[in-house]
């Protein structure tokens, strides 16, 4: 697992050793420079002007061991228009600057133009966390790469004009950042690692955060009638589970010196809880119905979204947020074995509703029907947002460029597609309706697992939709997103964490009591 | 198109259908009919005459009596004459009973007739409707706005149920003629002529067929002294796929594959109908895509009307070749007012929106919110789709400056090739549809038999209506 870099924040100066990176705003470089140019004789100049860097969104060039100081590099990251300027447009430049200084082990991020338009005072902080994020790696399992070619970044210090600023914000920041690094850690864990029994264990450990955790066992959900849920795990070795993460943040701080926690359990009454609910196949061979074995490697990530819940609950708890949420995530195996459910099985749902199970591989809105039934019945929750790697059709749909969103409620909608374009974890909303939900009618059973290939993740979604009972309900299908196969600015080639800092920033912006 | 007329008094001949709704069932109807939307009952009373009832709901919306009207229709199999009762509906809402009766009456005129000696001889087909209201007058106008529509859309479904042997390229510009008679101005730009003016992608598609393609230019004059809206439709009038061949299984489908074309030949006969005010333009491009020694290469690379290269990656990616070529050209030649292209263009876009909307991809967001607000009014609805942004990446080729999709697996081809037509488009206002999926229907529907659908004749009847036939934009 990875280990974040450390972040200070001070009051700019020209470091002596190290590397450096400068953010500099496009049209704005002169004054950027002006000090280094001081120091190496106008060399930061000239070379920007060699390399024909303006400052411009993405534009980044590097300066090796300048002359005249001591700093190993210097590493110029564009931020683009200073007027134009966004809170994602400051992470992502610190992103790419970070990506420049993984050989040092101290390098300093000139922030101060960061603070430019209607990002400022924030800019700074937003700037390490976009550094933070990029950091990211998983190697635990490397074990024969050399220490030269391991990244050697340990501390980040961030130059701003107003460091006492930056430091007070950046620790719900970070807490954030550990969210994110968790939900990556999860989504890379091979599933002969992270079985759901591991899944669950590593939920336990968020206690530590403050979240009450719960953990059911076959023998539980077999109480509880979760007959789609188990219906998919039976044909593998590994038992299922479902862990349920509560947070109290509102209830605690509503109470004079209350304590948080599971404590607050019987006062959340009062407010209905925000709900997350995450699809946990911790490997999804498909099961009777198997996939193709080419690249079938990809689907230890069927977790994603119960990572994304996992992970925003403890982002959520780590920053104190003054929310009551839940986070209830359902972890199968789907294996085809001499015990697994065929093709043509009816199951019965925690709801009564029965489901002919026409291919196995459409297992994980049998996991979700159960678990979303479970959570609305249970915690009444305000609303309900669920996020699946749950089909391939949206990738056909949408690609990896947005998550396929799908809403009962256009003001919970308009509000995830905002906070996604906040994020960059952009969501792109699609259609339900009537004529969709009638191609799941079964002619035995209420209705079939799939709708076949047309409109493949929307018939999903309506499969999902029959387990709401009337709650604002959204669902988000990240199966095009939730890995990448490409380092972007903030997300490192691998698990993106998809869902973290879009729930984050949703949950921030429209759910929280005044900040203090 | 079947007669319809509008009467006060049910006529005492042939099978009568009944539109109620659940406040105004009578006591003639079967026990047990409640009036629900969708609900429907048949039978015959002594007389042996056929009754059906249709049930319009709690609140009836226009499409809910199109619906009801094409269900009684429906139940009407085997009878000549129906009298359709919608005196319940205020007179204005009773004219659209009408609409649903024809579309869902139609039937392909170029079946073959019945054999005279054929023992069992097909039942008689439905020859004539009444509706019955109680404002003839007010009913009869309504109707007269929509019927324009109406035509356009079986004049579509016409064109697209014709067998690809049947309806080459040529003969597809021959049948066009036709709209001279209401008003229209054709004009066919043969294959010399696509050489001059540089249609060098659409050239390549038609490269492996011994039909020659064309490119078939309509024209409404209007009254209004501003530029034309111009339509833009895909005609491949078979896609084999070319050499990057499609599967054999239902690959007799893709005779349909020229059904944005036929949408905006039916629109402008719709235009020219109602005698609309609005300027409009439709450029076709007709094509076929086959397999043979001298069809296009995957790897070739095409020059477009506007002088873009394109890396033909795949030569069942065609359809957006012919479109780049006719956007571009219709830019420049007719500098519209906005430009709407219509093509079954993606399997994508059916695996992201099944066979219920059509993809709308749209640089105008007024634009885009009329055309949905069109699409919804008259039962062919669409749905926001994305393009541009990263998908662009998509399409860079190393050897030109696009290339016409990209060769992952599994991709969002929608996206892409919507993107693809975006670059050949410049600033204008344009709208693309994506219509693949809604061209026909697997069975039979309240709005329409097993079939064509004439997806888009109807939309960009009422879009224009709803939007150009002012001088403002």
């Known amino acids: ?516 | 198109m079947i007669a319809v007329r509008f009467r006060r008094r049910m006529p005492d001949k042939g099978a009568r259908a009944l539109l109620a709704g659940p406040g105004a069932v009578p006591d003639a109807t079967p026990p047990g009919f409640t009036g629900a939307a969708e609900e429907t009952s048949s039978w015959h009373d002594a007389s042996g005459r056929r009754l059906i009832c249709a049930g319009l709901g709690r609140v009836p919306s226009a499409r809910m009596v199109r619906e009801a009207a094409g269900r009684a229709v429906s139940l009407a199999h085997g009878e000549s004459r129906l009298a359709i009762d919608a005196r319940a509906l205020p007179p204005a809402l009773a004219a659209e009973a009408a609409v649903g009766a024809v579309l869902r009456a139609w039937r392909f005129s170029g079946a073959p007739p019945p054999r005279e000696d054929d023992p069992e001889p097909p039942p008689p087909l439905l020859r004539r409707i009444d509706i019955v209201v109680t404002g003839k007058r007010e009913a009869r106008a309504v109707w007269d706005a929509l019927r324009p529509g109406v035509e356009g859309t079986l004049f579509a479904r016409e064109l697209v149920t014709e067998p690809a042997n049947r309806l080459t390229p040529r003969r597809f510009a021959r049948r066009l003629r036709a709209l001279e008679r209401h008003g229209v101005t054709v004009e066919v730009l043969g294959r010399k002529a696509l050489r001059e003016a540089g249609f060098g992608a659409l050239l390549a598609v038609a490269r492996g067929s011994a039909e020659p393609p064309c490119v078939v230019v309509l024209r409404w004059k209007g009254r209004l002294e501003v530029p034309p809206v111009a339509f833009v439709g895909k005609g491949i009038t078979f896609d084999t796929g070319g050499v990057c061949l499609k599967p054999a299984e239902r690959m007799w489908e893709m005779r349909a594959d020229m059904a944005g074309a036929a949408a905006c030949a039916g629109a402008m006969l719709a235009l020219a109908l109602r005698q609309s005010p609005a300027p409009a333009v439709a450029v076709l491009g007709l094509a076929e895509n086959m397999i043979g020694a001298e069809a296009q290469r995957p790897s070739d690379v095409v020059r477009t009307v506007d002088g873009t290269t394109v890396e033909v990656v795949d030569t069942d990616a065609e359809g957006r070749l012919v479109l780049a070529d006719c956007l571009a050209w219709t830019l420049r030649r007719f500098a519209p007012r906005a430009v709407i292209d219509l093509a079954t263009l993606t399997g994508s876009i059916v695996v992201a929106l099944g066979h219920h909307r059509a993809g709308l991809f749209a640089t105008d967001a007024a634009l885009a919110a009329q055309i949905a607000a069109a699409g919804e009014a008259v039962d062919e609805p669409v749905w926001p789709m994305p393009m541009g942004g990263g998908y662009t990446q998509a399409l860079e080729s190393p050897i030109a400056d696009l290339r016409n999709c990209s060769p992952e697996r599994r991709q969002p081809d929608a996206c892409h090739a919507a993107t693809f037509l975006k670059h050949f488009v410049g600033d204008a206002k344009w709208a693309h549809l994506d219509i693949a999926g809604v061209e026909a229907r697997e069975e039979d529907e309240p709005l329409g038999p097993r079939g064509a659908t004439g997806f888009g004749a109807r939309l960009l009847d009422r879009l224009v209506s709803l939007r150009f036939e002012t001088e403002e934009v």
């Open chain 1, 1 to 516: 697992m990875s280990s974040m870099p450390e972040i200070l924040f001070a009051k700019p100066s020209l470091p002596s050793s190290g590397a450096l990176a400068v953010l500099v705003a496009e049209d704005a470089l002169e004054a950027a420079f002006a000090d280094l140019d001081a120091a190496t004789g106008g060399m930061v100049s000239r070379a920007a002007a060699a390399a024909s860097f303006k400052g411009r969104k993405g534009q980044s060039c590097t300066i090796l061991a300048p002359s005249g100081l001591g700093l190993s590099r210097i590493v110029l990251v564009g931020l683009g228009k200073a007027e134009e300027l966004t809170p994602l447009a400051v992470e992502e430049a610190g992103g790419t600057a970070a990506a420049a200084l993984l050989q040092d082990e101290e390098a300093a991020i000139d922030a101060r133009a960061a603070s430019a338009g209607a990002v400022g005072k924030a800019g700074p902080a937003r700037a390490a966390f976009g550094a933070v994020l990029r950091c990211y790696r998983f190697d635990k399992y490397r074990t024969k790469e050399k220490p030269e070619d391991k990244p050697k970044l340990k501390r980040i210090t961030v130059l701003a004009d107003d460091p006492a600023a930056a430091r007070a914000s950046w620790p719900s920041a970070k807490a954030v950042a550990e969210g994110v690094f968790l939900a990556r850690d999860l989504v890379s864990e091979p599933a002969n690692v992270l079985t759901p029994a591991e899944m669950a264990e590593r939920c336990r450990a968020l206690e530590g955060l403050g979240l009450a955790v719960e953990v059911f066992g076959p023998k539980e959900m077999r109480k509880l009638g979760f007959g789609a849920l188990l219906g998919v795990a039976q044909g593998s070795a590994n038992e299922p589970r479902m862990v349920v993460l509560q947070w109290h943040g509102a209830t605690a701080a509503g109470k004079a010196g209350g304590k948080g926690g599971r404590k607050g359990a019987k006062a959340a009454k009062a407010a209905k809880p925000l709900a997350f609910l995450g699809k946990g196949v911790t490997f999804d061979t498909g099961g009777i119905s198997i996939k193709p074995a080419a690249g079938m490697e990809d689907m230890k990530w069927d977790m994603a979204g119960a990572a994304a819940v996992i992970g925003l609950m403890a982002a959520l708890a780590g920053r104190k947020a003054k929310v009551d949420a839940v986070g209830l995530v359902g972890l199968v195996e789907n294996m085809p074995s001499g015990t697994a459910q065929r093709p043509g099985d009816v199951v019965t749902t925690a709801s009564g509703q029965t489901v002919e199970v026409l291919n196995t591989d459409a297992e994980g809105r049998l996991v979700l029907a159960d678990v979303m039934w479970y959570c609305r019945k249970r915690f009444d929750p305000a609303l309900m947002i669920d996020l699946a790697t749950l089909t391939g059709a949206i990738i056909i749909a949408l690609g990896h460029e947005h998550a396929g969103l799908f809403a009962n409620d256009d003001a919970l909608a308009q509000a995830i597609t905002a906070a996604g374009k906040a994020t960059g974890e952009t969501v792109w909303r699609m259609p339900l309706g009537e004529a969709y939900d009638r191609m799941l009618k079964s002619d035995i059973a209420d209705m079939k697992n799939i709708g076949g290939r047309p409109g493949g993740s929307i018939t999903a979604a309506q499969f999902l939709q029959r387990f709401v009972d009337g709650c604002p309900w959204a669902h988000l299908d990240i199966a095009g997103t939730a890995w990448s196969t490409k380092d972007k600015p903030t997300v490192p080639k691998g698990a993106t964490a998809f869902g973290v800092r879009l729930l984050d920033a949703f949950v921030a912006e429209h759910h929280e009591a005044a900040k203090a």
